[in-house]
Each structure stands twice: as structure tokens, then as C-alpha cells.
């Protein structure tokens, strides 16, 4: 069946780095836009990020902007989201979820979710 997994997350100490991936099976991810989104307890969900189906494009939320860079490999069916200088305000759940394009807000199908935990 169709589903979209997150990895990567984890605990990390203010400053340092982290990689989450975003793979689908059950489908390709090719013809996607990929956004990342992330929910902190007791906040609304805010999306971090987004891509385009080619990899072209791209945007960023102000708040993680020269510190987080998405990319793909869509060969690997696979969407990353690498972080870096990373504060403790990062600390959520971060899902990834498809869409016809980044300017949409047609989210259709999401993963899990992964912990990342910012913390000294």
C-alpha cells in the first residue's frame, strides 16, 4: 500500500546537525512537490519546507532559513531535509507530506512522523 516514511530524527545538542529522509513506497515521489512540516506540543503545525517535483525549486520558513537545505533523490524515491545549527525551538515531530506543488496546499498523503529532540 501507499506510505511515505520519515527517518532520521533523533536527540542533538544545540548547534549540531541532523538529516531526516523522506521515502515513499507504494508509489513514486517524482511527480510530487515534497513539503516538510513539524509540530511542537501545545503549537500549530508550521511547514518548514518545500520542494518541487524536479528538485528546482525551493522555499523555506523564515525561522529555519540558511540553516535547514532540502534536496532529493528521486531515483531513491527519497526526499532529505538536512539540518543544521540546530536550537532548541526545532525540537518537534517533522513530517513530510505530498502535494501537486509547493504553491498548493493540497497535502495528500503523509508519513508518521519523526522525533528530533534539540537538547543539551
Known amino acids: 500500500q501507499l506510505q511515505l516514511v520519515e527517518s532520521g530524527g533523533g536527540l542533538v545538542q544545540p548547534g549540531g546537525s541532523l538529516r531526516l529522509s523522506c521515502t515513499a513506497s507504494g508509489f513514486t515521489l517524482d511527480s510530487y512537490a515534497i513539503g516538510w512540516f513539524r509540530q511542537a506540543p501545545g503549537k500549530e503545525r508550521e511547514r518548514v519546507s518545500c520542494i518541487s517535483s524536479s528538485g528546482s525549486d525551493v522555499n523555506y520558513a523564515d525561522a529555519v532559513q540558511d540553516r535547514f537545505t532540502i534536496s532529493r533523490k528521486n531515483a531513491k524515491n527519497t526526499v532529505y531535509l538536512q539540518m543544521t545549527s540546530l536550537k532548541p525551538e526545532d525540537t518537534a515531530i517533522y513530517y513530510c507530506?505530498?502535494?501537486?506543488?509547493?504553491?498548493?496546499?493540497?497535502?495528500?498523503?503523509w508519513g508518521q512522523g519523526t522525533q528530533v529532540t534539540v537538547s543539551s
Open positions: 507530506a505530498t502535494s501537486g506543488g509547493c504553491f498548493r496546499e493540497d497535502w495528500d498523503y
